[in-house]
């Protein structure tokens, strides 16, 4: 069992920047992959950014690339999730979530352990 706890959400003007924090407990934070997510209300879970469970690759949804950025401290057991250049359309619920899969995925079913969700509001 993982227990995954973000944190750093909050509200910010169109142009600003966030960073969430996820942090991790119970079984090894170094074999899973992490991943962030991103909901509004009445839309499915949809995929943010990935980082491998050493960090060495990270891959993101097309409309976040170049603003978003993914890293992780495992000594910490710790993901984050920098987020710059803030859109009011990124505004949603973010969940960050644990996989025990070895390959790169971006299916919420792959996902085995999530977190409560934290508010990104953006304003015009």
């Known amino acids: 069992q993982v227990q995954l706890v973000e944190s750093g959400g909050g509200m910010v003007q169109a142009g600003g920047s966030l960073r969430l924090s996820c942090a991790a407990s119970g079984r090894t934070f170094s074999n899973y992959r992490m991943g962030w997510f991103r909901q509004t209300p009445g839309k499915e879970r949809a995929f943010v950014a990935g980082?491998?469970?050493?960090?060495?690759?990270?891959y993101y949804v097309d409309s976040v690339k170049g603003r978003f950025t993914t890293s992780r401290d495992n000594a910490k057991n710790t993901v984050y999730l920098q987020m710059d250049s803030l859109k009011p359309e990124d505004t949603a619920v973010y969940y960050c979530?644990?996989?025990?899969?070895?390959?790169?995925?971006?299916?919420?079913?792959?996902?085995?352990?999530w977190g409560q969700g934290t508010q990104v509001t953006v304003s015009s």
């Open positions: 980082i491998s469970s050493s960090g060495g690759n990270t």
């Open positions: 979530a644990a996989s025990r899969r070895v390959v790169p995925t971006t299916s919420p079913r792959n996902f085995d352990y």
